[in-house]
Structure formats: structure tokens, C-alpha cells
């Protein structure tokens, strides 16, 4: 995967997002502010798309890529309930998972299922910081990956950073886990 170390993950920040928001949607960008990468959500809702906005979107099933203007890098999946999150690469082929531990803990397993490190043994990872970007507000994560990691570890990584909220079972609802995390 060709992304930095350091990668400033935002979230939409509005009234309106917060009422109203049903897709896992971020934008990922270089510490200079470049634009690197976004998520695009892949799978249909269905009927219960109303669970999206209220506390159960932790636990709505999600199929999410995250993609550069090259291409797609990887794909996650989560099903309903609280199972661990797959990661798959451009084609299906499976990367490994993450899994949810005790309080903000994320395990990062490979294809296999063997739980190869936390996501805090490879990185550092500030979330829920308000911000300003193109006049708009947004909550920006900001995940630091120590240097050099090697793969499957690396990729696995940036996954649990980019799409943390689904990893820790909160999904789009910003008020549902940890301190309240509300723009009112």
C-alpha cells in the first residue's frame, strides 16, 4: 500500500450528518493536506437503512472500500451484529480481520484467524479532534503507523484507523460510543 505513515482521517461534521447520515463516509489525507484516499460505501441498506441512524449502526452491517483516485487499495466487511471486520484486497482475495478488545483496543489477525499484534503494539491513533477543512467542520483521527511495518501488519492497520468507528461497533452514529461526540 503506498499511503505515508501518517494519515489525518476526517469525517463529515454537520446538523445535517448527524441526523441524517446512513454511509460510512471519510476522507484521508497526507500530514501536508494532500488528498490521498476516500471511502465509498458499497453495500445496499435494504430495509433496515433506518437502524443507520440511531445507536444499532454499530451493529448494521457494512461493506466499505476505501479507494485512491488509482483505484480501490482494500475493502472491509462487517456483518450484523458484532462480528470482527473483515479486510480484503482489490479482488476479494482476504487480508486478515480486526476485532474489537477491551475498551478502544483493536486486534489486528490475519487470513488465517491468528491474532498478529494491537492496533496501539504498531500504532498511534488520536480520534474525535474537531477541525476546519474547506470552510467546513470536520472530526479528524489521526493515525500514526510506526515506520517500516511490514505487510500484512501495515495494511491491516490503516484499516482499523480508516474505518475505526465500524471496527469499535459505532458505525455512523456519532453519539454512540465513548465520550459523546456531538457537534450541538
Known sequence: MTLPDVLLVEHPWSFTDHLLKVR???RVYAESDAPLAHTEDLGGLGPLVA???TAFSGRTAFRVALSTPGG???EVRKGWGAPPT???LPGGRALG????????GVGLHDAAGARLCALGDVAGMSYRQLAKRDGARVRRDVLR???GLAEPVRSLAIAAGVFYDVV???GVDHTSGGPIDSPF
Do not use: N, T
Not at 480481520?97 to 478502544?104: H, I, N, T
Open 145 to 147: 503507523l510506526r515506520a
Open 72 to 74: 480501490p487499495l482494500l
Open 168 to 170: 469499535r461497533g459505532d
Open 24 to 26: 460510512y463516509s471519510v
Open 51 to 53: 437502524l443507520r441512524r
Open 86 to 88: 473483515e479486510v480484503l
Open 97 to 104: 480481520s480486526l476485532r474489537k478488545e477491551g475498551g478502544a
